[in-house]
């Protein structure tokens, strides 16, 4: 059986800092490109940072670097490391395996609020 689970989620102030981590199971996770998208309130999920199985990561323009991606195969996890966070970052954090068959984690919530 397939398991993402997502972790690292919670509230907090603008200018602080998450780091959200995925942990996969029943998969090769090494040979799985990895994507972490969100999705606010009554919006379209959004793709926000890609890892391929090498390590190449790539981020939507709109987080101007705030944001950095990173995985460890010995650990199965993926890692969002998320900085500066602003109220427009709150969101649903979701992770995402992508192969011949791609899988879905089941979201962590990112609050960014006074």
């Known amino acids: 059986q397939v398991q993402l689970v997502e972790s690292g989620g919670g509230l907090v102030q603008p200018g602080g800092s998450l780091r959200l981590s995925c942990t996969a199971s029943?998969?090769?996770?090494?040979?799985?490109?990895m994507k972490w998208y969100r999705q606010a309130p009554e919006k379209q999920r959004e793709l926000v940072a890609f890892?391929?199985?090498?390590?190449?990561?790539t981020y939507a323009a709109s987080l101007k670097g705030r944001f950095t991606n990173s995985r460890d195969n010995a650990k199965n996890t993926v890692y969002l490391q998320m900085n500066r966070l602003q109220p427009e970052d709150t969101a649903v954090y979701y992770c995402?395996?992508?192969?011949?068959?791609?899988?879905w984690g089941q979201g962590t919530q990112v609050t960014v609020s006074t």
């Open positions: 890892i391929n199985s090498g390590g190449l990561t």
């Open positions: 029943g998969i090769i996770f090494s040979s799985y490109a």
């Open positions: 995402h395996a992508s192969g011949l068959t791609s899988y």
